[in-house]
């Protein structure tokens, strides 16, 4: 009995020192959050913008490590357009359809904003629902190495690792001007033959 009470005193220590000696959050935590979201027309050929801000929420920054600190794979629906970010480095590979970010996002609420631009590609039929997530990897442990990673979270639905909806519209055909004045004419002509019908007491 007293053993197994001190091996779990003994683990609470560890866990405490651990949290003190580093000034990291405590093993397992998740010191980020990204959230998604997307504006735009939603017609077939038009851009859609997706803007994700990752924040940092550990007291240490998250630093630029080896590899991708955040990845994002659009689907076939999209044509990638361009990447930028409000710090760091974002690359927009168009042969792949896939935007990653690296850098570095202080602790205590730092956050990077990623602004994301895509065509939807030409013949998507109205109805369809675009889903899109981007990846975050962070290092929890502040020892230099990104070993933990999350997902986008869409902020309009109830999870904390929702994918970022949009529905496709139809676009309503613009009306030629050639057409417009056709039917302007034939309006005239249909008012002026029954004001003439009226005259002559044929109605
Ligand atoms: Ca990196
Ligand atoms: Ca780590």
């Known amino acids: 009995m007293t053993h197994v009470r001190l091996t779990i005193l003994s683990t609470v220590a560890a866990v405490f020192v651990f949290t003190s000696a580093t ?4 093993m397992g935590a998740i010191p980020v959050q990204a959230s998604k979201t997307v504006s735009g027309l939603f017609n077939p050929n038009t851009n859609v913008t997706y803007t ?7 007291t240490t920054t998250q630093q630029d490590n080896p590899g991708n600190e955040f990845t994002d794979v659009l689907p076939p629906t999209l044509a990638l357009v361009s990447a930028s970010a409000t710090s760091g480095t974002a690359v927009a590979t168009l042969g792949t359809n896939t935007v990653t970010w690296n ?3 202080p602790g205590t609420g730092g956050t990077v904003t990623i602004t994301i631009t895509a065509t939807i590609v030409n013949g998507t039929p109205g109805g369809t629902v675009v889903l899109n997530q981007g990846t975050v990897n962070f290092d929890a442990d502040n020892n230099g190495t990104n070993e933990g990673s999350i997902l986008t ?3 309009g639905a109830q999870g904390a690792q929702d994918p970022t909806p949009f529905t496709v519209v139809d676009a309503v055909p613009a009306m030629p001007v050639v057409a417009t004045l056709v039917l302007a004419f034939a309006g ?3 008012g002026s033959f029954a004001v003439r019908r009226r005259r002559a007491g044929l109605s």
Not at 23 to 26: D, I, M, S
Not at 52 to 58: A, D, E, K, M, R
């Open 52 to 58: 994700i801000v990752v924040t940092n929420f550990g």
């Open 153 to 155: 979270d869409f902020p």
């Open 188 to 190: 005239l002509l249909l």
């Open 103 to 105: 850098g570095s996002i």
């Open 23 to 26: 000034g990291a959050v405590p």
